[in-house]
């Protein structure tokens, strides 16, 4: 029988499994590392705004996928030996395939900024990125309680951007909005729209920077970000920072192999 292997279980890897189950009786796994089960990546907002548990964003029960003889497996791939055809597990485990299909998503843009790698600076794209926000902004020791975020610095005007700009003000944390464009989402809306989401932004207390870039995070003595510089030099005090400016292919793990890989898979 046939294998066929899925790498990621998002929209794109669910889909392919869910119709070539509809055509043929070959074997399925869809393998994920981010989650167990499929899930509804744009309500992960919903989840920590208290609207839903994570529960709520799994479109199909845990029953659908063993009726319908897709094998899940929670695991990182960590190679692919496009040559034997198969897979290199976490933990060295080797799995095989016949066919392989490759739906590995996206991840948040980081464009080398000084500090972008400290402790309170994250993206907002993943499961593990909503608990990391968890962490960050709810410290779970009274110890830690010095480490409350009042203040955010949130860098890109785009949808993940004032998503999260929702999600913070919310629990009360007062967020600077870093937008490269005269508008919100400049590459995208026309001047009248982006003049409207922008009135609502500042009407709802979202401090909003325009024409303004991230030049460097700074770092506090316990190597967490305690603040910003920006393009224009201004220095902004904040306890978090959230870098949403666009997103990626998830491919830097498959280059250097044996695929042509150059902003994506060619």
């Not at 094998?71 to 080797?94: P, Y």
């Not at 480490?147 to 949808?159: N, Q, S, Y």
């Not at 920006?230 to 192999?257: F, M, Y």
Request: contains cysteine; hydrophobic residues 40%.
């Amino acid at each position: 029988m046939q294998h066929i292997v899925i790498i990621g279980n998002g929209i794109s890897g669910i889909t392919a499994a869910r119709h070539i189950r509809k055509q043929c009786d070959s074997q399925i796994t869809v393998i994920s590392s981010e989650t167990e089960h499929f899930f509804s990546r744009t309500a992960l907002m919903y989840i920590y705004m208290g609207h839903m548990t994570y529960a709520h964003t799994k479109p199909y029960e845990d029953f659908f996928w063993k009726k319908n003889r897709i094998d899940l497996v929670f695991n990182h791939v960590e190679k692919v030996h496009f040559g034997q055809r198969s897979l290199e597990l976490k933990g060295g485990e080797i799995l095989g395939y016949d066919k392989l299909i490759l739906a590995v998503g996206s991840t948040p843009n980081m464009f080398g900024w000084p500090g972008q790698d400290l402790k309170g600076v994250q993206g907002m794209y993943s499961y593990q990125d909503l608990e990391l926000l968890e962490k960050n902004t709810h410290p779970p020791l009274i110890s830690e309680a010095k480490k409350k975020v009042k203040i955010a610095v949130i860098v890109g005007g785009g949808l993940i951007g004032v998503e999260l700009a929702e999600m913070l003000h919310t629990r009360g944390i007062h967020c600077v909005f870093l937008i490269r464009e005269s508008k919100f989402w400049g590459n995208v809306l026309p001047e009248e729209e982006g003049s409207l989401v922008s009135r609502h932004l500042i009407k709802y207390g979202i401090d909003l920077r325009f024409e303004t870039e991230l030049a460097e995070i700074i770092s506090d003595e316990n190597g967490r970000a305690k603040g910003v510089k920006t393009s224009t030099g201004e220095i902004i005090d904040c306890q978090l920072v959230g870098l949403t400016a666009g997103v990626r292919a998830n491919v830097d793990w498959l280059k250097g192999g044996e695929l042509e890989i150059d902003r994506g898979i060619l």
